[in-house]
T-cell receptor, first 113, second 115 residues
Framework: EDQVTQSPEALRLQEGESSSLNCSYTVSGLRGLFWYRQDPGKGPEFLFTLYSAGEEKEKERLKATLTKKESFLHITAPKPEDSATYLCAVQAAGGTSYGKLTFGQGTILTVHP | DAGVIQSPRHEVTEMGQEVTLRCKPISGHNSLFWYRQTMMRGLELLIYFNNNVPIDDSGMPEDRFSAKMPNASFSTLKIQPSEPRDSAVYFC?????????????FGEGSWLTVV
């Protein structure tokens, strides 16, 4: 069974204080690892897809990296508007689970001015 | 482009009543997903369709839940009869599928409260 574990559950940062969020996963053949951002009262908003170990992707202050067992979402010099819940999900290759995402519980990020 | 459209956005109903949630996926997307989000269990996949055909419904909690996709632009999730433990946010999502990409895009959700 595919599993995703995110840590920490909650993270409080001061504006400008860089940090990282962790996503550990087990999956029977990884098709893709996804990062989403979710604001209160909204649906998850797609950020990145990573497909293979060693891959990195960047968007503004965010950079996602991937190894064979985990992914990190690095946040550089965060701003209050980066406050949200960040969700990690894996998509397995093949079988009846093809296409679906298995999500972690998320990390609630709060950035104080 | 319009994203995934869900209705109603909010629903409050009494226990035992039938609830129908509706979804219009992004035009051209071949895969459609229904997820449920609660504080305790996070985001859970209920069912997903590929080319209007249900592929995996192992996440549907019990026979009170049913989902249909009569055509490529519409899907429903029905709960009958509803119970207080069904209170959650229900998300519909769609994906291009196939060789055009596997990113899944979510709607804004339907917030269901069963009293």
């Amino acid at each position: 069974e595919d599993q995703v574990t995110q840590s920490p559950e909650a993270l409080r940062l001061q504006e400008g204080e860089s940090s990282s969020l962790n996503c550990s996963y087990t999956v029977s053949g990884l098709r893709g690892l996804f990062w989403y951002r979710q604001d209160p009262g909204k649906g998850p908003e797609f950020l990145f897809t990573l497909y293979s170990a060693g891959e990195e992707k960047e968007k503004e202050r965010l950079k996602a990296t991937l190894t064979k067992k985990e992914s990190f979402l690095h946040i550089t010099a965060p701003k209050p508007e980066d406050s949200a819940t960040y969700l990690c999900a894996v998509q397995a290759a093949g079988g009846t689970s093809y296409g679906k995402l298995t999500f972690g519980q998320g990390t609630i990020l709060t950035v104080h001015p | 482009d319009a994203g995934v459209i869900q209705s109603p956005r909010h629903e409050v109903t009494e226990m035992g009543q039938e609830v129908t949630l509706r979804c219009k996926p992004i035009s051209g997307h071949n895969s459609l997903f229904w997820y449920r989000q609660t504080m305790m269990r996070g985001l859970e996949l209920l069912i997903y369709f590929n080319n209007n055909v249900p592929i995996d419904d192992s996440g549907m909690p019990e026979d009170r839940f049913s989902a249909k996709m009569p055509n490529a632009s519409f899907s429903t999730l029905k709960i009958q009869p509803s119970e207080p433990r069904d209170s959650a946010v229900y998300f519909c999502a769609s994906s291009p599928g196939g060789s055009t990409g596997n990113t899944i895009y979510f709607g804004e959700g339907s917030w269901l409260t069963v009293v």
